[in-house]
């Protein structure tokens, strides 16, 4: 007798059969599959331990939001180059918003895009040259061309490269 063949008794323990309600009461002890595992509360992320959850991330958010998000982390970009980023963020939503993480992602392809012209990173059919690439430990300018060939620049603190290792 397989165990395919088992009838199963009782509830599951993580009810994905049912939504998590908004609000949770200290009563409710039901595991709705979004609780942290062990890992998360032995060593939780940076975010977890400023009350950012990854759902954040993913909800949709106006221009003016995600412009707002951006200064108040430190992240300096020019209104041209940010307006082209969210033009490419906002790709095939009709409803105008763009979550953060899908203007994250854009953000570092644009980067990368950059640095490959450049000549500081490896681009996949370069594998064998040199990358050009250097351990510093202070504030870096990254440059990025816009559209119409204007460079403009997004500053952003660099972490050397021993302690993200050591991480």
């Not at 949770?24 to 599959?33: A, C, H, I, K």
């Not at 854009?106 to 681009?123: C, F, N, P, T």
Request: net charge negative.
């Amino acid at each position: 007798m397989s165990r395919t063949d088992w009838r199963t008794y009782g509830t599951p323990t993580v009810r994905n059969d049912i939504a998590a309600p908004r609000l949770r009461r200290v009563s409710d002890r039901r595991n709705y599959g979004d609780e942290a595992d062990a890992h998360a509360l032995i060593c939780p992320s940076v975010y977890a331990q400023s009350g950012i959850t990854s759902r954040d991330f993913f909800q949709p958010r106006s221009k003016e939001e995600i412009r707002r998000l951006l200064t108040s982390i430190g992240v300096d970009i020019s209104d041209k180059l940010f307006n082209e980023l969210w033009d490419a963020a906002k790709s095939g939503d009709s409803n105008q918003l763009v979550s953060m993480e899908s203007f994250r992602a854009v953000m570092e392809k644009a980067h990368i895009e950059q640095l490959q012209l450049r000549g500081d990173i490896i681009s996949p059919g370069r594998v064998g040259e040199s990358s050009g690439m250097h351990n510093s430990g202070t504030t870096t300018k990254t440059t990025t061309t816009g559209a119409d060939g204007d460079s403009e620049g997004i500053s952003e603190p660099e972490a050397p490269r021993d302690e993200l290792r050591a991480q």
